[in-house]
């Protein structure tokens, strides 16, 4: 699939570029070397998590907390540490900025604040990186980027 065929199935939002399912941000990032991965948990997340494996794309992942653990205080310095990691990326504003959290809600605030400094395709990850919980409260079985069965690894 193409840049173009997978932004057109990103479903529209208010305030930034809308939500892409798990699949076609992998799709996209395989696809279009203009695409960018970036995680906005907290660093306890992506060290006993675990994180999108990009190795086999060759691609760096930008990791900014959203908030930070353990007080969930937000991060003042998001938007200029995006801006850094996307200048380290030669990224323009036409650019995908892919933004994944635990279960695709932080990352809404991440996709905004990027449409905020002019990125047209900020986009969310729908069930972030472990998904939704199921009926017994566990995650990473319902959706998400594990349950998809995309690279990853832990730490």
């Known amino acids: 699939m ?8 990103v479903i529209p939002a208010d305030g930034y570029g ?6 076609d941000a992998w799709a996209l990032l395989q696809a279009d070397a203009n695409s960018h991965l970036v995680d906005v948990r907290t660093r306890a997340e992506w060290s006993f998590v675990g994180l999108p494996d990009l190795d086999s794309l060759n691609r760096e992942i930008g990791l900014i907390e959203w908030v930070s653990f353990p007080d969930m205080s937000a991060n003042i310095g998001f938007q200029e540490q995006l801006a850094e990691f996307l200048r380290t990326q030669q990224s ?5 900025v892919m933004f994944l959290c635990r279960s695709g809600q932080r990352s ?7 449409t905020a ?3 047209k395709h900020a986009l969310n990850i729908l069930g972030g990186f472990e998904g939704d919980a199921d009926a017994a409260g566990h995650r990473a079985t319902v959706n998400g980027w594990k349950v998809a069965g995309l690279p990853w690894k832990q730490a």
Do not use: F, N, P, W
Not at 18 to 23: F, I, K, M
Not at 92 to 96: L, W
Not at 108 to 114: D, E, L, S
């Open 117 to 119: 400094m002019g990125y």
């Open 2 to 9: 193409t840049r173009d065929e997978i932004l057109g199935k």
């Open 18 to 23: 809308g939500d892409v399912s798990e699949q």
């Open 92 to 96: 323009g504003e036409e650019d995908v």
């Open 108 to 114: 809404i605030g991440a996709a905004k604040a990027a």
